[in-house]
């Protein structure tokens, strides 16, 4: 029994994680083929040269500050908010928000913007991006900072309280900077949705927002080129490090 | 409270304008007629939901819905067996536990995308198996139904793991002793007793998977190259290509509602948070 579960484990693992270590292989092939020829760094140079992608990762790194920023306000305050007194009716939007398919969210946001450009002349461009990805990772920031409030407990701020503590001294002397690293681990957690998503932001950019996972499915699209896997290697690896550094601060 | 009220002001600000108020807007774009330029026009009419009822368009809803019960049963297949792995181990559970969770964090995107560098007619599979001479010419991987399964299992297969091993882990231990002491041989320990043990984890695995496979699009477009229409591809068509955003809607509505009847059934039956 023992040694079948790890056999599985082994095949679980390989399934999982060979995928993507074999597309990040070849992407240090010198062939535009999936038949190895010799070692290169052919298609990352390509990449620093294709305008498309640097305009693609410069929106999509404008865009994500922007929006994990605005979202990790609004998270905190809501966590804090929701930990205080309890509210079904906030609680249930959350919800309602993660799990409303990706697909939905964005056309309904786009229904929005183009309801609202009827009377303003306005066109869709960073800013809807923005706001639309603000719109979607408010729920996971509150969900980390509440777990964080969770680990914390009352006692803290209520000790501040009964030492002459008013509540905004108990809240910023106290609570926040022991809350501080859910904060920021709530904030990478962000930065890594905003800066991934494609659905969404695809219905809601404009012509002159086009972002990174728009350029790179646009390329799938096209057919192969090693380039991909170039970008996708580099995204892996970024998307780890924000994630070990999550992990890290969360753990402090 | 004072400050609670002002803390929540951004969440209430979050959630009119950017939550409901565009759902509010698809709900009234779904009852109305589609404009002769797209868009939307008068007059108010039920009609559109009907549409929904089309032998075209309830097909589409039973593959969704036939789609993610099958990514759903598989996650549970080859996650919870992951789980008891993971549970059992005497050193590094965390690691394993991260080794989970890394492709999870990885972009989405770039994972459909190791799915079509491997399955397509020129992908790795296909180049291997043609030099060493298997077959003759390459295998249609790509852009089928089963690459769109592979491709939803592959992404949410965590999701099950995670809760399972949630469960396995508080679950006591004397239990699986006690059946093996009563002469239970170890495979009838895991089906008999830990297995159903562990079933509030199973249920929110089959949850969490089930929820985002029913809505999925990015997945079934990328790997099911345009024949595998679920749900999810019907939505964006509508308000794209077909431009008839009133059925696009309707479609939403539908979506919507489905995934919102599951939520509260489920969260009905459990006492902790989700998340």
Redesign the interface.
């Known amino acids: ?2 040694r079948w ?2 056999v ?2 082994v095949a ?2 390989a ?3 060979l ?2 270590l ?2 990040a292989a ?1 992407s240090f092939n010198s062939s535009r ?3 190895w020829d010799h070692f290169s760094l052919t298609w990352y140079r390509a990449m620093f040269h294709d305008p498309q992608i640097l305009a693609g990762t410069w929106n999509s790194v404008v865009i994500a500050i922007w929006a994990t920023t605005i979202a990790t ?3 905190t ?2 966590a ?3 930990w ?2 309890e ?1 079904r009716f ?1 609680t249930g ?1 959350l ?3 993660l ?14 913007f ?2 609202i450009f009827r009377w303003l002349h306005w066109h869709l461009g960073l800013y809807t991006v923005v ?2 990805h ?2 979607f990772s ?1 729920p996971y920031v ?2 980390v900072v509440s ?1 964080r409030l969770r680990t914390i407990g009352p006692t803290l701020e209520e000790a501040a309280m009964d030492l002459g503590a008013n ?2 001294q108990a ?1 910023l002397r106290v609570t926040l900077p022991a809350l501080l690293p859910g904060i920021i681990a709530a904030a990478l957690l962000a930065l ?1 949705v905003s ?2 998503d ?2 969404i932001t695809s ?1 809601v950019a404009g012509v002159d927002s086009e972002t990174l ?1 728009m350029v ?2 646009a390329m ?2 096209r057919g ?1 080129s090693p380039v ?2 170039a970008i ?1 290697a580099l ?2 690896v970024g ?2 490090v924000l ?1 070990i550094l999550s ?1 890290r601060v969360r753990e402090a | 409270m004072r400050l609670r009220s002002w803390f929540l002001f951004p969440t209430w600000v979050w959630m009119t304008v950017l939550f409901l108020a565009p759902l509010a807007i698809v709900l009234a774009y779904s009852l109305l007629t589609r404009g002769t330029y797209g868009g939307v026009g008068q007059p108010w009419t039920l009609e559109n939901y009907s549409r929904l009822l089309d032998p075209l368009y309830l097909a589409i809803l039973l593959r969704s819905f036939v789609m993610a019960a099958a990514a759903t049963a598989l996650c549970l297949l080859l996650g919870f067996p992951a789980a008891l792995f993971i549970a059992r181990a005497e050193r590094h559970r965390n690691l394993y536990l991260q080794l989970v969770m890394l492709p999870f964090w990885t972009s989405f995107l770039v994972r459909t995308y190791a799915w079509m560098f491997l399955l397509r007619d020129t992908g790795l599979i296909n180049t291997m198996l043609l030099k060493i001479g298997i077959i003759h010419g390459p295998l249609p991987l790509l852009y089928n139904d089963g690459a769109v399964l592979l491709g939803l299992v592959y992404g949410y297969l965590p999701f099950t793991v995670l809760p399972i091993y949630a469960t396995l882990e508080r679950m006591d231990p004397a239990l699986a002793e006690a059946a093996a002491d009563l002469g239970a041989r170890p495979w009838t320990t895991v089906l008999r007793v830990i297995a159903p043990l562990s079933k509030p984890g199973i249920i929110a695995g089959a949850v969490l998977v089930f929820i985002p496979c029913l809505g999925a699009y990015l997945t079934p477009d990328l790997l099911g190259g345009g024949r595998t229409v679920l749900v999810g591809n019907l939505v964006q068509n509508q308000f794209t290509t077909a431009r008839d955003w009133p059925f696009g809607s309707v479609v939403s509505i539908a979506l919507m509602a489905l995934v919102t009847v599951l939520l509260w059934a489920f969260l009905r039956t459990r006492k902790e948070p989700l998340v």
């Open positions: 029994m023992k579960l790890a599985y484990a679980f693992y399934f999982l994680h995928p993507l074999t597309l070849f083929f999936t038949v306000v609004a998270g305050l809501c804090y908010g929701l205080k007194r509210s906030i939007g919800y309602l928000s799990i409303t398919p990706e697909i939905v969210t964005g056309i309904s946001l786009l229904a929005l183009q309801w706001l639309a603000v719109a408010v509150v969900i777990a509540e905004w809240f890594t800066f991934d494609f659905v219905m996972p790179i499915y799938a699209r192969a991909i896997n996708s995204i892996t998307f780890g994630i992990e």
